[in-house]
């Protein structure tokens, strides 16, 4: 199926007269066009009972893409959504058809209109409805936790086509973001820029200290680096770090995919380069496992010359394969890793799949290994700490037997504490809101991690936030306090 291109129902030749109906059980075909009726039946309704903007609703394209805002109209008779979201300090509404539409999410809720395509040679459809994170279809390693349980939904064909659509059109976004930046911005962009630190200088300072702690500003500093790419096109280091640069805000800010490995192909990111990590997470959370694995040191089948990156192990375990995610743990360290932090990403791993004395062991040896050097041992030993006191709280945090209300805690996150108020009503999550933190460069982890909790009703399985796993932690354990200190 074209992503691009609406869905269109095709009238049956003859229709069954009652009946034959009523003899009859439904076949597929018309199975799927009932529940069809009754998902935009329930998203109109919705819509049309929601009056004051909310930022809780997600449209998730086929192309890979998803945008927060409100959805505002369901036309039935055209087949498309009315959106509304907020790019910076504009409220903007486009119409998108349901051909271009993955999933629809309301208030936790996740309605699936279009399946994700299914890989050659498979049976079923992966994607059936029920809320449940991007892509998380199935699972083929036997855990039931987390985003691990992503099947490969797309051919490795089927990829390359989306990856490239999506980077030849812009973002969603991107025609009404402005290109908005100082004046005294040195446009020339220097690798090694002079002076000290000045962020209204100094791009990739202007980035990291305006840009990506301010998701007002997050559009129009991606507009900037097309702006910048555009100009140095013919300067193949500057055309270079551009995109890399744009690679990592789709993947860091926006969680586009398809546009992240765009621009990282683009950059000619290969096998042992850091980025080579995040662009296998990319084609995973794209779906197909293969691809990503390609680009990961596989412990059971060594390759030569094969960089090991701490990241591995984190993807490793997000993929649902934590056996794989502990035997690079064990590489790393063999090879001289420091140990505080390879011990805390195998516990996450180990989290992530439910094994929750092996992350609590893991966690455990983080604190116990000896220390070298201070500053970011020390932020790692704190945060195996607050890991190892969340999990213990795990079973203790269903919410079907926290109380009634809106309930708050704290964990720590990179820069101070970071404070989550949970509500709880009749057993189930309703929301869960930052209310407050000093972090800086949180990226989409303040919204990708709340997500995740309401759509898996706790806790259990839910993966931090990639780039931003200090913060996404302590959503996570704030979280869990929360709602341990609350249960009945």
């Known amino acids: 199926m074209n992503a691009e291109q609406p869905q269109t129902e095709q009238p049956n030749a003859k229709q069954p007269n009652a ?57 039935k008779e055209a087949k498309t959504v009315a959106f509304e979201a907020k790019f910076g300090e504009n409220t903007l509404t486009r119409v998108f058809p349901y051909g271009r539409i993955h999933a629809v999410t309301y208030q936790g809720k996740r309605y699936v209109l279009n399946p994700l395509p299914a890989p050659a040679g498979s049976t079923g459809n992966p994607d059936s409805g029920a809320a449940k994170t991007p892509g998380n279809a199935g699972n ?23 990856i490239e659509e999506a980077g030849r059109t812009p973002a969603p976004w991107f025609e009404e973001a402005k290109l908005d930046y100082p004046a005294t911005l ?54 270079a770090r551009s995109q890399r640069v744009l690679g990592g805000m789709y993947f860091n800010l926006f969680q586009d995919y398809a546009r992240a490995a765009y621009w990282w192909q683009r950059a000619g990111v290969v096998l042992g380069e850091p980025e080579s990590v995040s662009l296998a997470e990319c084609y995973f959370r794209l779906g197909n496992k293969k691809m990503a694995q ?20 984190k993807l490793w375990g997000d993929m649902g ?27 996450d791993a180990c989290r992530v799949s439910g094994q929750y004395a092996n992350a609590m062991k893991h966690y455990q040896q983080a604190l116990d290994a000896p220390v070298a050097g201070k500053g970011r041992v020390e932020q790692t030993i704190r945060r195996a700490r607050e890991n ?101």
Do not use: C
């Not at 000290?196 to 900037?224: E, K």
């Not at 390609?294 to 192990?313: I, K, S």
């Not at 354990?477 to 009945?488: S, V, Y």
């Open 140 to 162: 083929p390693s036997g855990s039931s936790a987390g985003k691990s349980a992503v099947p490969a939904l797309r051919t490795a064909s089927a990829i390359k086509t989306l």
């Open 388 to 488: 190892l006191e969340a999990v213990k709280l795990f079973e203790l945090s269903d919410p079907r037997r926290v109380r009634d209300g809106k309930h708050r805690s704290s964990s720590q996150g990179y820069e101070g504490p970071v404070e989550v108020e949970v509500e709880v009503q009749a057993g189930r999550i309703e929301s869960v809101r930052i209310v407050r933190h000093t972090e800086k460069q949180f990226y989409a982890a303040l919204t990708d991690v709340p997500r995740q909790i309401i759509q898996k009703q706790g806790v259990k399985g839910v993966d931090a936030t990639s780039r931003a796993t200090i913060t996404a932690e302590a959503v996570i354990n704030a979280t869990a306090k929360a709602l341990a200190e609350n249960a009945r």
């Open 321 to 347: 394969e934590p056996a794989k995610a502990l035997k690079i743990a064990d590489l790393i360290l063999k090879s001289g890793g420091e140990p505080q932090m390879t011990h805390l990403l195998a516990g």
């Open 186 to 239: 040195d446009l020339s962009w220097p690798e090694k820029p002079p002076g000290g630190w000045n962020n209204q200088t100094n791009v990739g300072q202007y980035l990291w200290d305006v840009v990506n702690p301010n998701p007002s500003r997050w559009a129009s500093g991606a507009r900037l680096v097309h702006y910048l790419l555009e100009n140095h096109s013919p300067d193949a280091v500057r055309r």
């Open 294 to 313: 390609e680009l990961l040191v596989d412990p059971d089948r060594p390759r030569a010359n094969n960089r090991l990156f701490q990241g591995m192990v």
């Open 19 to 75: 009946k034959q109906s009523h003899a009859k059980q439904p076949n597929a075909k018309q199975a799927r066009r009932l529940v069809w009726s009754l998902i935009v039946a329930i998203l109109t309704m919705f819509a049309a009972a929601r009056g004051a903007w909310a930022a809780d609703d997600v449209i998730e394209f086929l192309a890979g893409s998803k945008v927060e805002g409100r959805v505002i109209k369901i036309d």
